[in-house]
């Protein structure tokens, strides 16, 4: 083939696609924004954004659990294992000192009867997600919660460990 034996420009096939590939680009954008939405517009890497969802998810769970004070369901939701009660030996953290800890006629509950609760910030902190809960609308002291990816359960922060506020 020539030069002179070159096909006629199509511009119909041209238009139909650009707008193919302006549409799939708009597309991807699109679902780039809904992702980073649903997953609560965290301030993180793309890549760390499904941890954001599922531990946010797993912490409102737990939460809601505890405010309608269904104990059980929401150690079952701590340890990620809803079957807990057939093998609680093996528990670092048993159910009576989380019934202790969580409980709203609980004395060691630094709470009280907890009724809401606002996830205010969260950050991959190591290989977990520090998440900072104003319990009951409390401004002063957020309960910081931690939630591993790879286990898929939820800890207490360690010590001295917990995302700023503001002032």
């Given at each position: 083939m020539t030069l002179m034996d070159a096909?006629?420009?199509?511009e119909a096939r041209e238009r139909r696609r650009q707008r193919i590939l302006l549409g799939s680009g708009g597309l991807l954008v699109a679902l780039f924004i809904g992702w980073w939405l649903v997953a609560g517009r965290p301030v993180d890497f793309p890549?760390?954004?499904?941890?954001?969802?599922?531990?946010?998810?797993?912490a409102n769970r737990f939460l809601t659990a505890v405010e309608q004070n269904?104990?059980?369901k929401a150690y079952g939701i701590w340890r990620?294992?809803?079957?807990?009660?057939h093998h609680t030996q093996d528990a670092a953290y048993p159910f009576s000192r989380f019934q202790d800890d969580w409980s709203s006629t609980s004395p060691a509950n630094d709470y009280g009867a907890i009724q809401s609760h606002r996830i205010a910030a969260a950050r991959m902190y190591g290989n977990v997600l520090l998440m900072a809960v104003l319990i009951n609308g409390r401004k002063s002291k957020p309960l910081n919660l931690t939630y591993d990816p790879k286990t898929h359960t939820l800890s207490f922060a360690p010590d001295g460990v917990g995302l700023y506020l503001g002032p």
């Open positions: 096909p006629v420009f199509d890549w760390n954004w499904n941890n954001h969802l599922m531990g946010r998810s797993a269904d104990l059980p990620h294992d809803q079957d807990w009660q």
